[in-house]
């Protein structure tokens, strides 16, 4: 999704404020000019961007989270509801398991 000019200068402002020189350089994944701060050059906008899909990967593991916590406190006794259910929590984990993936890339 692609971030309107004034979300940008939300990003980029703060950081010509701290220091941060804007290079002659552009990001070669979003076309936004590269900053440098302490020696590192950055992409702000793709920096920002991944924190965003971090904060909502950890919003859909809470309630992944929840969902598998009521699962498990309301465990039938019939053996093939008991089945169902260890089936959906199987699922949730996995599905778990790859967002955590996707948060280390």
Known sequence: MALSDE???????????????????????????????????????????????KAELKDIEEILMEKLKTLANSLPNDIEELEKHLKVMERIIDIMERYKRLEGE
Not at 26 to 44: I, T
């Open 7 to 53: 979300e940008i200068r939300k990003i980029i402002t703060p950081l010509l404020l701290s220091g941060a020189k804007m290079l002659d350089k552009h990001c070669p994944k979003c076309g936004s000019p590269l900053f440098e701060l302490n020696g590192r050059v950055f992409c702000p906008v793709c920096e920002h961007r991944g924190k965003q899909k």
